[in-house]
């Protein structure tokens, strides 16, 4: 079970939570450990993957527990063409699907040099062919760079001791390597909810 613990400003919470982690050295690999994780019943929201960043140069293996190693949610490779498909067949759903894409493959801090590129070629037509290519050339770039620097990395949130077995055996008989359980600290508080500090009328006196 998770742990919850408050600071004494009463603002921000401590908590930790179980987690397995194994490397793997092919996205194939990966992504077939996933397939039987969630057919085992793991949701695809309990996995995460290591965020591309070209600040990160570190190996894998010292990754694997490091609790403040940027991550982000796994998205499945068919979620991925049809997200493509989508954005270059429909301009229209370019900003929604483009950001969930970017979020989820390439960073959230993308987001803003995405704007640019769709306010650039939506005039020419061009703008969902433009947008798949960069989503695919940068997923392809980030999954190299990893490789080179070790593996990938997947993170499966465990709440449960008695799925441990089970969750370890299947990263394992899916190529997984260094498959272990760890227990990550994790803290939660007012800067973490959105929009905390907006006002949303002028007019309102606290």
């Known amino acids: 079970m998770t742990q919850t613990s408050q600071d004494t400003t009463g603002e921000n919470f401590g908590y930790q939570e179980r987690e397995a982690v194994a490397v793997f050295d092919s996205e194939a690999a990966l992504n077939a450990a996933v397939d039987a994780l969630m057919q085992f019943g793991v949701r695809q929201a309990d996995l995460s993957v290591l965020a591309p960043s070209d600040k990160i140069s570190a190996p894998a293996s010292a990754l694997e527990d490091k609790e403040d190693a940027p ?12 997200g493509a498909a989508a954005l270059t067949g429909g301009p229209a759903l370019i900003t929604g699907l483009g950001a969930a894409l ?5 960073g959230v801090a993308m987001i803003p040099a995405l704007a640019v590129t769709i306010g650039g070629t939506l ?13 695919g050339r940068k997923h392809a770039d980030a999954i190299h760079e990893q490789l ?11 709440p449960e001791a008695k799925d441990d077995e089970r969750i370890l055996a299947i990263l394992r008989d899916n190529g997984g390597r260094d498959a272990h359980l760890h227990v990550v600290h994790r803290r939660w508080g007012t800067d973490d909810v959105p929009f905390d500090n907006a006002q949303p009328d002028p007019l309102l006196k606290l």
């Open 71 to 82: 991550r982000a949610a796994f998205v499945t490779s068919d979620s991925r063409v049809e």
């Open 148 to 158: 080179k620097n070790g593996g990938l990395l997947l993170w499966v949130h465990a």
């Open 123 to 135: 005039a020419t037509g061009s703008a969902g062919f433009l947008l798949s290519r960069l989503f």
């Open 102 to 106: 970017v979020a989820g493959t390439v």
